[in-house]
């Protein structure tokens, strides 16, 4: 099950892994995207911390991190084909990372939550 950021990432664990991304929400705001830049593996970040980045025709935009925890991948197909993440946003991972900290899953907010909040702004 995924579950959400104010700041629209994503996060959905996998067995003892979250993949990362952005929601359909943030690509409708950013319009097309034309560029990711992607994290070192084995960065550590901190939840809420910056960790991607992404431009777009419109705007450039950071990526924060939903959960605190160490980068174990990237999705390497982003740099060469970034369009992937307009096609399918919810379907697209940026990056995975390995959780520190189960429990902060319970602070973001389910589908429902989200929804909500989007339509409140």
């Known amino acids: 099950m995924k579950k959400y950021t104010n700041e629209h990432e994503w996060a959905e664990l996998e067995g003892g892994e979250a993949a990362i991304g952005i929601s359909e929400y943030a690509v ?15 960065r550590e970040a901190n939840k809420g911390e910056s960790i991607a ?6 705007a ?19 740099e060469s084909r970034p369009e992937l993440l307009n096609e399918d946003a919810e379907g697209t991972w940026i990056l995975k990372v390995r959780p520190n900290d189960l429990s902060e899953f319970d602070t973001l907010l389910d589908e429902k939550e989200y929804k909500t909040f989007i339509a409140s702004l």
């Open 60 to 78: 450039a935009s950071d990526i924060y991190l939903p959960v605190s925890g160490e980068v174990i991948a990237v999705n390497e197909e982003l």
């Open 28 to 42: 409708e705001q950013l319009g097309d995207i034309t560029f990711v830049e992607l994290p070192e593996v084995g």
């Open 53 to 58: 980045f992404i431009e777009s025709v419109k």
